[in-house]
């Protein structure tokens, strides 16, 4: 006898695939780059306004939210992603995140909070929620996803992806706020005063003043630069904010080439080697630690994050270990 379709089974959730697999770390994937820069998603906008072929919006009021195919949403993370680069200092973070997103994907066989897009002719692209993105990905989500499309300019796109960056749950490094600082500096992204980008990438007022004091010296400095080293003068949108600053204190190494720039750094820190053992301090930093870790603290109070992120790609073995020896003391009974 032929069985019967139930009508809780005719009303069966859209979503309601539970992917048969499990999701391991090893699977975390993240979204191609599609390598577009600001400049050109803005001629892409452009052209497809004039042709008159982009993206439609919705006819409501409220936000535009609907799903989308996968093939038609794309990153460009130097554009949105404030963050860094997947391959950034913060990767072991990030493909924890990632894991967790696919995994929710995964027991819960429905789809995660709407992306936040922007369209550039018949394509989307992530302003918020590439983790989410990635997290599809791994997954092996194969249905529409859902999004919320940006009625904005490119301008204000950027600005928001910048907020939702600072605000995510997982939060940006010491390295990415200053690098957002820098580059919002850099192009005068929505023409922002010095306080205003204060705000929005926790980056010091007084950080910000003097990166906008070194974007007004930087030319001159350029050229000083130049000089001193026989080489062409540097582009200075392709400077980041430590060789920006380097050249504004006539540090020529912020010209040279980023092996060149490596040697330099292992010379410096080998003549500070060499004054830490002449002034004996090396015995005091050996001899314990945690007064060691508690001097550099009192020093600065942010050197230890930023010693943390600088070994993070060399040590996130052992970080990944101490993790778990911190979560789970040795006399605990589990």
Request: charged share 25%.
């Amino acid at each position: 006898m032929k069985q019967q379709t139930t009508k809780t089974q005719a009303k069966k959730d859209p979503w309601d695939s539970v992917m048969a697999r499990r999701v391991l770390k090893a699977d975390v994937q993240t979204p191609l780059d599609s390598g577009k820069t600001a400049e050109q998603l803005q001629a892409d906008i452009e052209t497809s306004r004039k042709a008159g072929n982009g993206a439609t919006g919705s006819a409501t009021k409220g936000p535009d939210r609907r799903t989308v195919a996968r093939a038609d949403i794309y990153v460009a993370e130097q554009v949105f992603q404030w963050r860094g680069s997947a391959t950034s200092t913060d990767q072991w973070s990030r493909r924890n995140h990632i894991h967790t997103l696919a995994k929710a994907i995964n027991e819960q066989g429905k789809p995660l909070t709407h992306l936040l897009v922007i369209p550039v002719g018949q394509r989307f692209y992530v302003i918020d929620g590439h983790h989410r993105l990635a997290a599809y990905d791994t997954a092996g989500w194969d249905k529409e996803i859902p999004v919320e499309v940006f009625p904005g300019d490119l301008a204000a796109a950027r600005l928001l992806a910048l907020s939702c960056n600072v605000r995510d749950k997982l939060p940006m490094t010491t390295k990415a706020k200053s690098d957002a600082a820098w580059q919002i500096v850099k192009e005068n992204l929505g023409g922002l005063t010095a306080q205003e980008i204060a705000d929005r990438t926790g980056v010091s007022l007084r950080q910000v003043k003097y990166m906008k004091a070194a974007w007004k010296e930087l030319p001159a400095a350029l050229a000083a630069a130049a000089k001193a080293t026989g080489k062409e003068p540097a582009d200075p949108m392709e400077l980041t904010w430590p060789q920006a600053r380097d050249i504004c204190q006539g540090k020529t190494a912020a010209a040279f080439t980023d092996e060149e720039r490596e040697t330099w750094k292992h010379r410096k820190a080998q003549e500070m080697v060499h004054l830490i053992q002449r002034t004996n301090v090396a015995a005091g930093i050996m001899k314990d630690m945690e007064v060691t870790a508690l001097a550099l603290q009192m020093l600065d109070g942010g050197l230890p994050a930023a010693l943390m992120e600088q070994w993070a790609s060399d040590y996130s073995e052992e970080i990944e270990e101490l993790a778990a020896r911190i979560a789970m003391p040795d006399d605990s009974p589990f």
